[in-house]
């Protein structure tokens, strides 16, 4: 018996390219720390209770463009710390 199936396509990448890769870190991370953050902070500050899902969101919609544009500037300055304290690969 014969195999029918058509040959595989070359599926076109989805990805981002590599330059993107600065922004795009510095977008999760700061999403990523600022909710947490969030949860701490409101959990905290005003208890875990029926509206804590929604404190939370409220406070997130502020703190996450504010975390982003911080991680971005003082990203530079890190990358230095970095090189200053650690043996970079290469």
């Not at 018996?1 to 595989?8: L, N, Q």
């Not at 070359?10 to 991370?29: D, G, N, Q």
């Not at 999403?31 to 406070?59: E, H």
């Amino acid at each position: 018996m014969e195999d029918t199936m058509p040959p595989p396509r070359i599926a076109r990448s989805r990805k981002l390219p590599p330059r993107a890769v600065p922004i795009t870190f510095a977008f999760f991370m700061s999403a990523i720390m600022a909710f947490l953050m969030c949860c701490v902070i409101v959990g905290v500050n005003t208890g875990i209770d029926a509206g804590y899902p929604g404190r939370v969101l409220s406070t997130y919609a502020l703190a996450m463009p504010v975390a982003f544009l911080c991680v971005l500037t003082v990203r530079p300055f890190v990358l230095k710390l970095v090189g200053a304290v650690c043996r970079m690969p290469g």
